[in-house]
């Protein structure tokens, strides 16, 4: 069993920050590509970064010079620090990972998701 656990959402003003953490729990072997998603009101969901073992992150262009992710392998958690939030950023964020278990059976995982709203 894996789980994925998100946290670290909730109101915040128009400039603020948020660090936004995804906790993997179970019989994890190792973790490939993680990443944050989000879906906004009325909206598609969408990919905010991403990042696999060993490489540079990527970002969606209206992220990239304020939200970062980031990852401590050693505690199965990744993390996305969002500086300058808007209105815009109001969302649902989830996190995705690519797990291997102890099994040798890769499998993909979505968190329940978190709520950030930048509001004032």
């Known amino acids: 069993q894996v789980q994925l656990v998100e946290s670290g959402g909730g109101l915040v003003q128009p400039g603020g920050s948020l660090r936004l953490s995804c906790a993997a729990s179970g019989t994890i072997r190792s973790i490939g590509a993680v990443g944050w998603y989000r879906r906004a009101p009325g909206k598609q969901r969408e990919l905010v970064a991403f990042?696999?073992?060993?490489?540079?992150?990527n970002y969606a262009d209206s992220v990239k010079g304020r939200f970062t992710i980031s990852r401590d392998n050693a505690k199965n958690t990744v993390y996305l620090q969002m500086n300058s939030l808007n209105p815009e950023d109001t969302a649902v964020y989830y996190c995705?990972?690519?797990?291997?278990?102890?099994?040798?059976?890769?499998?993909?995982?979505w968190g329940q998701g978190t709520q950030v709203t930048v509001s004032s």
């Open positions: 995705n990972a690519d797990i291997t278990q102890y099994t040798g059976v890769r499998s993909n995982y």
């Open positions: 990042v696999t073992s060993g490489a540079m992150p």
